[in-house]
Structures are given as C-alpha cells and as structure tokens.
C-alpha cells in the first residue's frame, strides 16, 4: 500500500513539473512567435499576449508546490542553525503551521471568489478566469496537504534533524556537515 501511494504521489509531482514545462514552452513560443511578427510582418496575434500571462499565473502557483516538495524554496536560517535540535523542531513546526493557515486562506479565498471567476471572461481568449487563478485550488489544497504530512512527521518522530533546516543552497551541504560535526565534538 505505502509503495502503491508513494507512486501516486510522485506521479502527481511529475505531473506538476510536465506542466510546469508545457507553459514555459507556451510562454516561449507566444512571445518569440509575437515579436517576430511585430519585426518582420508588422502584425501579431492578439493571444500571444494574454495566454503567456495565464501560462505564468500557472507556473508561480504550480513552482510553489515543487519548491515546497523539494525544500527549495527561499528562507532565512542563521537563527535556527544556531538553536539546539528542540529549539529547530518547535521553528519548523511554527513554520509550517503558518504555512498550513496560509494555503487554507489561499484555497478558501479561491473559494469565495469562485463564482466570480467563473462568470468573469478574459478579454482576449473569452476563457473563464476561474480557469486560469482555480489554479491556487491545487495550490492550496496541496501544500495544506504537505504542511499537514510534515506536522504529523514531526509528531511520530520521523523528522530527520536536517530536515529541520528548511533552506538549501548550492554548496551549503558542505557547511552544514562540518558545523554538525563540530557540535559533536562539542557534545551537543
């Protein structure tokens, strides 16, 4: 059962990524294909300028969730490498409780909006908007779903003590293995 789910879920993220790549594509080949047609043919197709902005909207909600998966997103740690392994658990857990409160406002606030995004059309494409922002739909309710599942990790003890520090840059890794090692040799 528990492969069964792991498999549900990482399809779910590659999912997430396919179409994190399909509207870079679309931003690319809207844009690109407009300005060459201002340049060279003095015209230009009157989509090319709302479905990238759409194909955008899509990607900063859809990159959130990715970010949030894979620990990328950006963050300020100088305080919690500081604090011994209790101090970094009760950060991370308020750190993700106000994470939880603020999708569950994301997605409520969706929700409240929805009737109006549904009759509301966009000027060019005559697309419903709740098709382009019902996107934070997935977002919310997806990162509320992650938040919960680490607050649940850190309640049975499943937190492993690097995954307490939230914030992973390029090189870091190297740094923070040395750090631990001399609180070892400290005795913390």
């Not at 690109?32 to 902005?53: A, C, Q, Y």
């Not at 990328?72 to 950060?91: E, N, T």
Request: proline share 2%; net charge negative.
């Amino acid at each position: 059962m528990r492969a069964f789910l792991d498999a549900g879920v990482g399809g779910f993220y590659r999912a997430i990524e396919v179409i994190l790549v399909l509207c870079m594509a679309t931003m690319l080949v809207m844009v690109f294909g407009n300005v060459v047609l201002r340049l060279f043919f003095n015209t230009g197709i009157d989509i090319s300028e709302e479905l990238p902005r759409f194909a955008f909207v899509w990607m900063t909600f859809l990159g959130g969730i990715i970010g949030l998966h894979r620990r990328s997103h950006l963050g300020v740690d100088i305080v919690v490498q500081a604090l011994p392994v209790l101090g970094r658990k009760v950060c991370w857990a308020i750190s993700q409780v106000v994470m939880l409160v603020c999708a569950v406002f994301i997605f409520y606030g969706t929700w409240l909006q929805h009737d109006i995004l549904k009759i509301t059309e966009s000027p060019v494409a005559q697309i419903s908007m709740l098709w382009v922002y019902g996107v934070s739909y997935v977002t919310g309710a997806a990162i509320a779903l992650i938040c919960l599942s680490n607050l649940v990790r850190l309640a049975m003890g499943d937190i492993a003590d690097e995954e307490l520090i939230d914030v992973h840059e390029e090189g870091l890794d190297e740094g923070l293995q040395a750090a631990r090692a001399a609180d070892e040799q400290k005795g913390r």
